[in-house]
């Protein structure tokens, strides 16, 4: 996919999130996910914390500059609202990116196409890891899918990929979004 589609495809797959989220009843945030060691509202600070340090790395700054300041609880008393003010303002910052830019990462300097492929992975990946582990229904964007599949299929291995995703299931399904839960190490349709 190019990466003006890439681009396109992350207010989509931001909003099936958001559904996701906002289905979720409050003693399930402390739930266990599919995401191995995290509760479901682990799983929710990663992708708030993500969301926030967005605009800081598409304006062109070190992870020095950023510093810690989104380590620790992003949830807060009100997880839904908390995403949805980390969604708005990633959202406006990727509508203003240079599509040619670079942007500083904990893997170093990498296109900003690459940092929007992995976004993208982790909104559809993780958004089902949360409705999976609170027991809510998903409804992911196809083309999302089929974007990260296309992305991770060459990175994966049999070790999987490490500090990222584990070593990949076992999936026969045609599922798509199956078929990529599996390439990212999760057992597809379980629950907690």
């Not at 989220?21 to 799983?43: A, E, F, N």
């Not at 609170?134 to 409804?139: F, K, M």
Request: glycine share 10%; aromatic share 8%.
């Amino acid at each position: 996919m190019s990466s003006s589609t890439t681009i396109a495809l992350l207010p989509e797959a931001a909003r099936a999130m958001s559904e996701v989220l906002s289905q979720v009843p409050g003693p399930s945030w402390y739930d266990p996910s599919p995401c191995h060691g995290w509760r479901v509202g682990d799983v929710a600070n990663h992708v708030v914390a993500e969301h926030l340090w967005a605009p800081h790395l598409l304006r062109g700054e070190t992870l020095d500059q950023v510093g810690d300041r989104y380590a620790g609880d992003m949830l807060g008393a009100d997880p839904v609202a908390s995403w949805r003010r980390a969604m708005t303002m990633s959202l406006m910052a990727w509508a203003q990116v240079d599509h040619d830019a670079r942007v500083h990462t904990g893997q170093g300097l990498i296109d900003v196409v690459e940092y929007a492929h992995q976004m993208l992975l982790d909104l559809v990946v993780h958004a089902w890891d949360i409705a999976a582990g609170a027991g809510v229904s998903y409804a992911p964007v196809e083309n999302a899918i089929e974007d990260a599949i296309a992305y991770e299929k060459p990175r994966v291995s049999a070790q999987g990929i490490p500090g990222v995703f584990g070593p990949p299931s076992t999936y026969a399904g045609e599922n798509r979004l199956g078929v990529l839960l599996a390439m990212t190490g999760r057992t597809p349709f379980r629950r907690g």
